[in-house]
């Protein structure tokens, strides 16, 4: 249908891989059992299928493609993510509504033609701001807190850098505390490595909980870092996440 495809496992490097060389390609991780799954589906498919989209659509059920859902590390469903060149560089969770489906696709880096770089893949795409927001929140969600905070330090003003200043915080926070400790440490930076390591596998829930403890032993611990990184998380998940939403108010209810 237009530019929306099947995949499966059989044909995800021809038809996902290979052919986000030339334009992008949105895979979305999908089941039929799904509810959240039927109401982001169609708006997906929608915007796929509108002239000059300018991506292609490639639908996978994870029930029958169990293999590609464990590469990709897909933990609930629907899961969205954008492949360029042969990557994914962007990427959400969740039943979205289509203003923030367009936003997303519209802050997606262009493929190179021809089996050409992308601009994300040459020498030029360390100033291009979309493309390095695109790499930091990629890396971010990896839990690589150093690399994102090489995409976000001295970021240039104009589009994208309020989502970068917010987002700073976390990289920072999981480039310092995602290391291995030395036994040494006191209780609270034991703490705060925990959560690192909760951030570095995804568990944004658990992390975000004891975020929220922290702050509820003592609202200025470590001059407002558990805030900063809870912003930044929310920041990274979108407004529009069941955990933004429901933290975001707990976190006001604490602070305020």
Same mark, same amino acid.
């Given at each position: 249908?237009?530019?929306?495809?099947?995949?499966?496992?059989?044909?995800?490097?021809?038809?996902?891989?290979?052919?986000?060389?030339?334009?992008?390609?949105?895979?979305?991780?999908?089941?039929?059992?799904?509810?959240?799954?039927?109401?982001?589906?169609?708006?997906?498919?929608?915007?796929?299928?509108?002239?000059?989209?300018?991506?292609?659509?490639?639908?996978?059920?994870?029930?029958?493609?169990?293999?590609?859902?464990?590469?990709?590390?897909?933990?609930?469903?629907?899961?969205?993510?954008?492949?360029?060149?042969?990557?994914?560089?962007?990427?959400?969770?969740?039943?979205?509504?289509?203003?923030?489906?367009?936003?997303?696709?519209?802050?997606?880096?262009?493929?190179?033609?021809?089996?050409?770089?992308?601009?994300?893949?040459?020498?030029?795409?360390?100033?291009?701001?979309?493309?390095? =927001? /695109?790499?930091? %929140? !990629?890396?971010?969600?990896?839990?690589? *807190?150093?690399?994102? &905070?090489?995409? #976000?330090?001295? $970021?240039?003003?104009?589009?994208?850098?309020?989502?970068?200043?917010?987002?700073?915080?976390?990289?920072?926070?999981?480039?310092?505390?995602?290391?291995?400790?030395?036994?040494?440490?006191?209780?609270?930076?034991?703490?705060?490595?925990?959560?690192?390591?909760?951030?570095?596998?995804?568990?944004?829930?658990?992390?975000?909980?004891?975020? =929220? /403890?922290?702050? %509820? !032993?003592?609202?200025?611990?470590?001059? *407002?870092?558990?805030? &900063?990184?809870? #912003?930044?998380? $929310?920041?990274?998940?979108?407004?529009?996440?069941?955990?933004?939403?429901?933290?975001?108010?707990?976190?006001?209810?604490?602070?305020?």
């Amino acid at each position: 249908m237009g530019n929306v495809i099947d995949v499966s496992q059989n044909d995800f490097q021809k038809q996902v891989i290979e052919k986000s060389h030339t334009a992008p390609v949105i895979v979305d991780f999908w089941a039929p059992w799904c509810g959240p799954c039927r109401m982001l589906g169609p708006v997906l498919e929608k915007v796929a299928n509108e002239p000059n989209s300018g991506f292609t659509l490639a639908k996978l059920n994870t029930d029958q493609n169990q293999a590609i859902a464990m590469q990709y590390g897909i933990r609930g469903i629907p899961a969205v993510k954008a492949f360029v060149n042969g990557r994914v560089v962007d990427e959400f969770v969740g039943a979205q509504p289509e203003p923030m489906v367009r936003q997303f696709l519209g802050r997606l880096p262009k493929s190179g033609g021809n089996g050409q770089p992308a601009a994300a893949e040459s020498p030029e795409a360390a100033t291009d701001p979309t493309a390095r =927001l /695109a790499q930091a %929140r !990629q890396l971010l969600k990896k839990g690589k *807190g150093c690399e994102a &905070q090489t995409q #976000l330090t001295d $970021f240039p003003n104009g589009p994208g850098s309020e989502a970068a200043q917010k987002l700073r915080p976390l990289a920072d926070f999981l480039c310092t505390m995602g290391r291995p400790s030395n036994g040494q440490t006191g209780q609270l930076d034991q703490d705060y490595q925990r959560v690192a390591s909760d951030l570095q596998r995804g568990q944004y829930s658990t992390a975000l909980y004891n975020l =929220l /403890a922290l702050l %509820r !032993q003592d609202k200025n611990f470590r001059n *407002g870092q558990a805030r &900063q990184v809870m #912003l930044a998380v $929310f920041e990274l998940l979108g407004d529009d996440h069941d955990l933004t939403r429901a933290y975001r108010s707990q976190l006001a209810s604490v602070l305020f």
